[in-house]
């Protein structure tokens, strides 16, 4: 399949939207190179943010990440991340209480910031739940798999509460060619099992394409013509910023491999502006 160089593509835009996974990082880490792509939209007066659903940790948390690894200009103020809708409605839906959850400690930071009180579903005591307000599916670490799990299902159908998604994506890759169930899916299975809808926040949702758009308009105002979306997944990243108006760049790191990319563009009906094999440039 024919694909487009990176530099060519990005010179178009004034304001670049990058998924993570995938784009900037894979199972080894960053993508090497990577911080040449940044120093480029720095010399060009290109805006840009990552958009992701990871919801793993605050935007400081995330940020850090790639600042460890050089990459210095991703600072907080560029990380756009599913979890900061989720705070929001927490914010404004859940005045007090305590809000039980599925992710690490580092995760809870968007529970804890709107003011509430966490509690990981591992110390749930499923005599004793009346104070729980809200559920909220964070992350896929940080607690166990079966036990916690079964936890989760149990307490729903004891307690009928609001259940928050907070990161939509149902796996992840874990190597070129492996992937791993994300929170998302764990959070599919429960809603089978229990007949339930849950609240969900995070792409392919134009709900989080405007909360971007949003974030990008504070810092410089930007008409949507003038805006790509650069993902790896056609059901998340492509999809969503072509339901939302903006033009969209899939690349070949991450979960749609050259190999595939042709067939999954056919099959689906879901189809980018452009395909790049990633966002390096050399």
């Known amino acids: 399949m024919k694909t487009k160089d990176f530099r060519t593509v990005a010179l178009k835009y004034k304001t670049i939207f990058f998924d993570a996974f995938g784009v900037l990082k894979n199972h080894k880490g960053v993508i090497p190179g990577i911080e040449r792509t940044f120093d480029f939209l720095d010399e060009h007066g290109i805006n840009y943010f990552v958009v992701t659903n990871d919801s793993s940790r605050g935007p400081s948390g995330l940020a850090n990440g790639y600042i460890r690894r ?19 409605w927490l914010k404004l839906k859940i005045k007090k209480g305590t809000v039980a959850y599925l992710g690490t400690g580092d995760s809870a930071h968007y529970i804890e910031t709107a003011g509430l009180e966490t509690l990981p579903i591992r110390e749930v005591d499923l005599e004793d739940i009346d104070h729980i307000k809200c559920l909220v599916f964070l992350d896929d670490e940080g607690f166990d798999w079966n036990q916690d799990i079964n936890r ?12 928050v998604v907070a990161n939509t994506d149902i796996h992840y890759p874990v190597s070129k060619n492996d992937v791993a169930v994300a929170i998302g899916g764990i959070s599919d299975l ?18 989080m394409f ?5 974030k990008a308009c504070e810092i410089k105002p930007v008409k949507r013509n003038e805006i790509l979306m650069v993902g790896d997944t056609l059901y998340t990243d492509i999809i969503g910023g072509n339901k939302f108006g903006v033009d969209t760049a899939l690349v070949l790191s991450g979960n749609t491999l050259p190999e595939m990319a042709k067939i999954r563009i056919t099959s689906s009906g879901i189809i980018p502006n452009y395909i790049c094999d990633s966002v390096v440039i050399s």
């Open 70 to 88: 050089g990459i210095k200009s991703i600072t907080p103020d560029k990380i756009i991340s599913s979890g900061m809708l989720a705070h929001d």
């Open 152 to 163: 989760v299902i149990n307490l729903l159908r004891k307690r009928n509460m609001p259940v």
């Open 190 to 207: 429960i809603e089978e099992v229990l007949g339930k809808s849950f609240i969900r926040f995070g792409k392919p949702d134009a709900q």
């Open 210 to 214: 405007m909360f971007a758009y949003e």
